[in-house]
């Protein structure tokens, strides 16, 4: 009841805010959690900024293109064509007459600008490419010290940030990298610390919205339409309003109509009130989920036959439907991509020699038995050590369907004598915490929307483990493995993607595969379907049948409500 009270009040705070703070004209309304300042800020690179990621930031910090799963081409966006040239180049050619909402023009040297200011923060590109160059204001030339398809992604795909904004900090990185400076050397990291308390006043944008300042609440911000941009006159919605909060927040919003489109995990009792309501439910994939990620400080977490048994003992396809019902599909391969892609990259005969990680109490129990595991007096498992297996597991609390699936595996853990308690917590500061290696075990994403497996291996094994200067859950990258011998796992992850040759990136991707399922680094749970509310006739209209193309996108990575938006497919009801 006291859930109940709180989400209504909210929801008239919403409200209230709603009907004081904006313009009139043509809106659409959307959702999506950040923090309000003086928590959140424009410095785009880090944590905390708004509008912190999904759909909403390429409206503002424009990418050089989108790509279209259901058709393999993309749509050309701050970037008009490009193309690999043999033997190490990639060259972009920019769109000409875009400006900045500063006034200045878009040219070749934002783009450098945005790439060298990412170096700081170690971006993967960095490993496949040397240098950056532009022979011209509308073109650039990017060097590859490692020849790769994935490059292009890396590329097309990263939002632009203003050299106007950025460029000293791209400057004195570019000094450093000169000098021979290492990234773990002391001015690095000086300057490093020093960018991440950087915050730029306002949010200098390419694309056809910018976020007023003024209208920036708890409750909600606005992106306001720009005129100035070269996409402006395909956009029809004068503003943007994106309500704060996750799961819980929102749920009230959409059933009461003020959110004609959302993203968030909606349980299943929602998502039978959105559909009851008339609110059409759209189910994209997300070629990603929830996984169980260890803390590898922790020694029996170091014992892959520990996390292989915890794999037998969770019954997946029942923690996909309890956290988010046809949404939530059983991981069957374990392969540490998407189920969707292992038939592409992987034979049948090395899919044959996968371990499906059956729901299977006895087999769980052999495996700790083998290495000198026992129950103890009260059915707790003892390590070889006679430590008790009693951990905390923590999840971003705002998140509905992690939420749940958090608290299903305990419940399956505890029953089969792995002691197991679940703590919730912010979900700005749960991802703060598991990079920072404060957890024993967390919910956490696995996989990623991108057609080469190479980026889900990075969001496996990198995004939470070497990416963060503090090392996060600290696995090691170098493992013995029965299918492999001795693999080093982060140069396996980058090889998989090193060269022009596909059939070459497909060996290196079964070794990985194989190598990753194995292991089992972390567990995947379920792969996460969305089950999207989307509006039709209040604000918005024009949502195409599902047998759009756009729809094979994942909702977050290449984002088909912000493409239905850009082409001016969805478009005010009255």
Do not use: C
């Not at 749920?251 to 959110?259: F, G, I, R, S, W």
């Not at 170091?302 to 991981?331: C, T, W």
């Not at 599902?546 to 850009?566: K, Q």
């Amino acid at each position: 009841m006291h859930r109940y009270r709180m989400g209504i009040l909210w929801l008239t705070l919403l409200l209230v805010a709603s009907l004081s703070g904006l313009a009139s004209g043509a809106a659409f309304h959307g959702a999506w959690p950040y923090q309000p300042p003086p928590v959140g800020h424009f410095n785009t690179y880090v944590t905390n900024n708004i509008p912190n990621g999904g759909m909403y930031w390429d409206f503002v910090e424009m990418p050089l293109a989108m790509y279209v799963w259901g058709e393999d081409r993309w749509v050309p966006l701050l970037a008009t064509s490009w193309e690999i040239q043999p033997p190490d180049k990639f060259v972009v050619k920019l769109r000409e007459g875009v400006k900045w909402s500063d006034g200045s023009d878009f040219t070749a040297q934002d783009v450098i600008t945005t790439f060298e200011t990412g170096r700081l923060m170690n971006w993967v590109v960095w490993r496949f490419v040397s240098e950056i160059q532009a022979p011209d204001d509308h073109t650039v030339v990017f060097t590859m010290s490692t020849p790769s398809t994935v490059v292009v992604r890396y590329v097309l795909r990263e939002r632009i940030r203003a050299h106007s904004v950025y460029g000293d900090f791209a400057r004195r990185v570019k000094e450093l990298v000169a000098q021979g400076v290492s990234t773990d050397s002391d001015a690095w990291n000086n300057l490093r610390v020093e960018f991440e308390e950087f915050r730029p006043s306002e949010l200098v944008v390419t694309g056809p919205y910018r976020i007023d300042p003024n209208l920036i609440t708890e409750a909600q911000y606005t992106l306001v339409k720009w005129d100035g941009s070269w996409i402006a006159d395909k956009v029809l919605f004068d503003r943007i309003v994106v309500y704060n909060g996750e799961t819980p927040t929102v749920t009230p919003l959409v059933l009461a109509k003020e959110v004609d489109y959302a993203t968030h995990g909606f349980p299943p009792a929602t998502e039978l009130q959105f559909t009851r309501s008339g609110i059409r439910v759209i189910r994209p994939p997300t070629y990603s989920g929830p996984a169980l990620y260890f803390n590898f400080t922790i020694p029996e977490f170091n014992r892959k036959e520990v996390r292989q048994a915890i794999a037998h003992v969770i019954n997946r396809e029942e923690n996909g439907i309890v956290s988010l019902g046809a949404s939530g599909v059983a991981v069957e391969y374990m392969a540490g991509m998407s189920d969707n892609l292992v038939p592409l990259w992987l034979s049948e005969e090395n899919i044959a020699r996968l371990n499906r990680y059956e729901h299977n109490w006895e087999k769980a129990e052999e495996l700790l038995r083998s290495i000198g595991y026992s129950r103890g007096p009260d059915g707790v498992w003892v390590t070889d050590t006679g430590k008790r297996m009693e951990y905390e597991l923590t999840m971003p609390g705002e998140y509905a369907d992690w939420s749940a699936a958090a608290e299903n595996a305990a419940e399956q853990l505890n029953q089969f004598g792995i002691k197991v308690t679940v703590r919730a917590i912010n979900f700005n500061q749960h991802l703060i915490d598991v990079n920072e290696g404060r957890f024993e075990m967390a919910i956490r994403a696995w996989g990623a929307a991108n057609p080469h497996p190479h980026f889900s291996y990075v969001q496996n094994l990198f995004t939470h483990n070497i990416t963060p200067p503090t090392g996060g859950m600290k696995f090691p990258m170098v493992q013995e493995t029965d299918v492999l011998g001795t693999v080093d796992l982060e140069a396996l992850v980058v090889a998989s993607a090193e060269g022009l040759d596909e059939a070459t990136h497909k060996e290196l991707v079964t070794q990985l595969a194989l190598a990753y399922n194995e292991l089992l680094p972390n567990v995947p749970l379920w792969e996460r379907y969305g089950n999207n509310p989307a509006l039709d006739g209040v604000r918005v209209t024009g949502w195409p049948d599902d047998e759009h193309p756009y729809y094979g996108n994942s909702p977050y990575a290449d984002a088909f409500a912000t493409l239905f938006i850009f082409e001016g497919i969805l478009r005010p009801a009255q």
